[in-house]
């Protein structure tokens, strides 16, 4: 019998590089490093097979795979149990959520190894035998092999992909830009300049220019941009022809209009749109 101890790990820091593992998955053996060099990764993991909010959280991966894919994520899920296990429950998980594949590989760990590398264990949830099982974890990992982001949910609380798909958003624009992402931020709206960028370096770093808000303590450190990679102005500024620029023009009002309806992992759509 393995003492709680035997499953402690430190927990890992934003900035550590990840651990290499390699493990069996229902796709066949998988040597992490390889399977993710170099693309930014997401690993995530759940309690147990066969049960509710799990079977929901994996259909809906499987309908966003194709967002995780145009972002250039690759797709890992995890959970305590072999592949036989994983493997029978794939069935119910695609017939439960309409339309989904479950096209990523799901690691067995049915040791915990994996689990207690990673530190996702929740001593709170314990199986039959008494092991614990891991916690809704979320690990996205850059294509340096860091971790850039980790969310932490308990075992009775799914999670909101859609806000996964943001925060890869903001991370991907963030990491390469000078800019960070207000509260709600979503794919084309105004980002903020970071606080460590003068005025002189923020003002040839984006040419659009960016505003300087007013606030009572008569400090300048809210300054807003619009997003830098989003080229708002493409349309009216690449020659065309005239047929073209009129439907795109068309087009443009049509996706802009639609803004408020799109659910934010569309406006990636409405994004390229303006970029193309
Ligand atoms: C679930 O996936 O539904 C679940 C798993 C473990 C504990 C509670 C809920």
């Keep these: 019998m393995q003492t709680?101890?035997?499953f402690e790990a430190m927990a890992l820091k934003l900035?550590?590089?990840v651990p290499d593992f390699t493990a069996d998955s229902t796709e066949g053996p998988i040597e992490f490093y390889k399977y993710i060099e170099g693309s930014w990764a997401i690993l995530f993991s759940h309690p147990n097979d066969f049960t509710p909010?799990?079977?929901t959280e994996l259909g809906a991966v499987g309908n966003f795979l194709p967002e995780f894919e145009k972002r250039g994520v690759k797709?890992?899920?995890?959970s305590c149990?072999?592949?036989v296990s994983h493997k029978g429950w794939i069935g119910d998980i695609e017939s439960y959520t309409?339309?989904?594949k479950v096209g990523y590989p799901i690691l067995a760990d049915p040791t915990r190894e994996l689990a207690v590398k990673f530190g996702m264990l929740d001593p709170d949830e314990i199986d039959s035998k008494g092991i614990p099982l891991t916690a809704r974890a979320v690990f996205i990992i850059g294509p340096d092999k860091k971790l850039k982001l980790s969310i932490l949910?308990?075992?009775t609380t799914g999670r909101n992909f859609h806000e996964v798909l943001r925060v890869i958003d903001s991370l991907q624009l963030t990491a390469n830009f000078s800019v960070a992402t207000p509260v709600n931020w979503n794919v084309g709206d105004k980002c903020m300049v970071i606080p460590s960028l003068s005025n002189e370096a923020a003002t040839l770093k984006f040419p659009k220019g960016f505003e300087t808000v007013e606030v009572p303590s008569g400090r300048s450190y809210i300054r807003l941009t619009p997003q830098p990679n989003v080229d708002w102005e493409c349309l009216s500024?690449?020659?065309q022809s005239d047929v073209g620029v009129g439907i795109l023009h068309f087009l443009s009002i049509f996706v802009a209009n639609s803004e408020f309806f799109l659910a934010p992992e569309c406006k990636t759509m409405h994004f390229f749109f303006y970029t193309w």
Aim: aromatic share 4%; net charge negative; glycine share 8%.
């Design 81 to 83: 149990n072999d592949v």
């Design 4 to 6: 709680s101890t035997e």
């Design 15 to 17: 900035g550590d590089t």
């Design 153 to 155: 949910y308990p075992a």
């Design 98 to 100: 309409p339309g989904a």
């Design 237 to 239: 500024t690449t020659p």
């Design 53 to 55: 909010v799990c079977t």
């Design 75 to 78: 797709v890992i899920a995890l």
